[in-house]
């Protein structure tokens, strides 16, 4: 699906005017429904990680793997990498983040508290009433300094003796030292890309808004390798390519711009970076980058490693070092975006089911909702559990079907509106004599009653065809 209007013009100031959405209510929500906790809670909590529960895990992994399927199922130019979180320690040397890869910091000798230095606007004071660092006469901020965001540890069992090693920053450097191996072994040439899903680690001096920004995070990076004249087009190609990606997911297209950074704000790597943005309740922040990295990766490799990290095309007898294009989005924050960009709080209208409640619901995209059907008998006896349990199973074949026989009706499609399961499937005294059920859609509340039989087919039919938020205003 293209973009509605350019992107790089889309969004717009007050574009969040009617969300009932805070960050508050999403970390309520997460936490309420098993989405998403402190980690270390018993102990007290360690500051900004979080464990991933039930629903969590679900929605991040369809997610991961709808990132996959546009990455490797969708097309025919990109393969997939696994590559280890420990690596040579050379290999962020020649990298760069060894000298580079920091950020300011400042102390504050009053609160004792640290801060970034190019974000004291957006940050609290440690003192109360909290105020920006650096604010008022008593804050004592030291001059900034670098800080390298690597976590620093050693491989072997003697520290002494071992060697130091990173946990890595980002996933993208394990996918240049494996360029060799992947071009020998793959069967491609440029224009072709790598792609990999995984932990990256960063010691953030000022973590935090919930999952945003946490010390240990998952990325979705892609490297593409194209011939050096052919990166300017490559670059506007994946633009559009990973807006439309999230478009095509569910995210209002006014949510959702493209910025290109200022020459100041480009990484030591970068000739061109636009980040791609979403409209959060802590205002426009980067969801994804995508880069033109040139040939500097691959170059500073061959340099450190003494292999060639080239591209021989026998056919013409060319010999060059392919430019790089990069597409880098987080997991995670691509999560909460979704999470964000689908919450939403309503009084139901109508007569029907639970007419003037305030219902609760996450309009997830049906691909990305964590449980695409409920199986709900209406009573706990008269063989209506019994009946459940087989509608149940045969959903199973074709998606994430949940049970649910505990509490009110009312109260499990509540549940069910919490979690964003599209599809609510209840059985009642009818069902046991004429096979048939209801389907509830958690989006409309229309319910239709079809004979079980057709279920799996409809859900499969209804689980894959095209879809469009209803939080945005009717397609004209
Ligand atoms: P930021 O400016 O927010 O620190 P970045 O520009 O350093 O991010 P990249 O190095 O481009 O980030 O990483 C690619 C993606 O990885 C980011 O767009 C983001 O989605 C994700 N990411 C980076 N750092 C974090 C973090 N600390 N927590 C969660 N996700 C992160």
Known sequence: MSAQRDPRSAGGAGASENDSVTMEKI???????????????????????????????????????EWW?????????????????????????????????????VDCRTCGQRFRADHLGDLACGRKPSKHPGQTEECDLTAARDFNLMFETTIGPVKESGATAYLRPETAQGIFINFKN???????KPPFGIAQVGKSFRNEITPGNFIFRTREFEQMEMEFFVPPEDVERWFEHWLQARFDWYVELGIRPDHL?????????LSHYSSATSDVEYLFPIGWSELEGIANRGDFDLTQHAKHSGEKLEYF????????????????????????????????EEIVGGEGEGAGDRRTVLRLHPRLAPVKAAVLPLVRKDGQPELAREVHAALRSVCQSEYDEGGSIGRRYRRQDEIGTP???????????????????????AQERLPIDRLPGELAARLSAAWRSPKLPPAE
């Not at 989405?35 to 895990?57: A, M």
């Not at 711009?257 to 704000?265: C, N, P, S, V």
């Open 257 to 265: 711009r493209l910025r290109a950074h200022e020459t100041d704000e």
């Open 313 to 344: 095309d026998q056919a013409t007898g060319e010999r060059y070092v392919p430019k790089v294009i990069e597409p880098a989005a987080g997991a995670d924050r691509a999560t909460l975006a979704f999470l964000v960009d689908a919450y939403d």
């Open 423 to 445: 599809f609510c499937v209840t059985i009642d005294h009818e069902s046991l004599q004429d096979r048939t059920v209801t389907l509830r859609d958690r989006d409309s509340l």
């Open 27 to 65: 970390v309520a929500l997460c936490k309420r429904r098993g989405f998403i906790f402190p980690s270390s809670e018993i102990y007290g909590g360690v500051g900004s990680t979080y464990d991933y529960g039930h629903y969590g895990v679900l929605l991040k992994s369809n997610v991961k793997n």
């Open 69 to 105: 399927r546009a990455m490797l199922q969708q097309r025919d130019d990109i393969v997939a990498l696994d590559s280890a979180i420990l690596q040579h320690p050379k290999v962020w040397e020649a990298s760069g983040h060894l000298a580079g890869f920091t950020d300011p910091l």
């Open 182 to 188: 992947v071009l020998q072994f793959s069967r491609k």
